[in-house]
């Protein structure tokens, strides 16, 4: 069994500062990439930032400049530094994962976590 665990969200003024984590945990074998979405009410689910093994990321280009996506590999865990916060980031952000696990090596799997809420609000 595998899981994502997301925190750090929460209430924030335009041009604050939010840092989201997403932990890993279970049978894991090896994490490909760990990728940030959100969706705000109404809208689809966006690709906010992505982050590979080797540590090349890419952004969307609402949030290039703003947020940075890192990770520690040591503890399966990536965050998502969020600075200069405007009205229109406020969404519910989910962690994404492509992982394999220890029982199943050979096969990837799409994990996702269950979703923080962020909100930009005066």
């Known amino acids: 069994q595998v899981q994502l665990v997301e925190s750090g969200g929460g209430l924030v003024q335009p041009g604050g500062s939010l840092r989201l984590s997403c932990a890993a945990s279970g049978d894991i074998s090896s994490i490909y990439n760990m990728d940030w979405y959100r969706q705000a009410p109404g809208r689809q689910r966006e690709l906010v930032a992505h982050i590979l093994s080797s540590g090349t990321t890419t952004y969307a280009d609402s949030v290039k400049g703003r947020f940075t996506i890192s990770r520690d590999k040591a503890k399966n865990t990536a965050y998502l530094q969020m600075n200069n916060l405007k009205f229109e980031d406020t969404a519910v952000y989910y962690c994404?994962?492509?992982?394999?696990?220890?029982?199943?090596?050979?096969?990837?799997?799409?994990?996702w976590g269950q979703g923080t809420q962020v909100t930009v609000s005066s």
């Open positions: 994404f994962a492509r992982m394999s696990t220890i029982t199943t090596p050979m096969s990837v799997g799409n994990y």
